[in-house]
Nanobody, 125 residues
Framework: QMQLMESGGGLVQPGGSLRLSCAAS????????IGWFRRVPGKKREGVSC????????VYEDSVKGRFTISADIAKNTVYLQMNSLRPEDPASYYC??????????????????WGQGTQVTVSS
């Protein structure tokens, strides 16, 4: 059974950094694409970034370009989201999921599955 588990969320001051982890079990990440999403109460889940482990291609939502970096450690079967220069608009529950297409052609939540439980990111001074 394919499972993903997020960790690494927490409270950070504006301008600070966090690294989120998405650990996979029940499958290996080599040929999968993993997306990171975030959701705030009352809003739809928003695609943040995606990495295709087959070809290394990465995709970022405009508001996080230059601040967030997605990466994968295949040996650890884990995908990371390094978040720097965190802003007041970044707080949310962050989730990872597998692309149904095994690539990053889409960052729409409907095109992803095997969702993790999420990890909470709070930005506050």
């Amino acid at each position: 059974q394919m499972q993903l588990m997020e960790s690494g969320g927490g409270l950070v001051q504006p301008g600070g950094s966090l690294r989120l982890s998405c650990a996979a079990s029940g499958f290996t990440l080599d040929y999968y694409a993993i997306g990171w999403f975030r959701r705030v109460p009352g809003k739809k889940r928003e695609g943040v970034s995606c990495i295709s482990n087959r070809d290394g291609r990465t995709v970022y939502e405009d508001s996080v370009k230059g601040r967030f970096t997605i990466s994968a450690d295949i040996a650890k079967n884990t995908v990371y989201l390094q978040m720097n220069s965190l802003r007041p608009e970044d707080p949310a529950s962050y989730y990872c999921a597998t692309s149904l297409y095994n690539d990053c052609r889409s960052t729409m939540a409907d095109d992803f599955g095997s969702w993790g439980q999420g990890t909470q990111v709070t930005v506050s001074s």
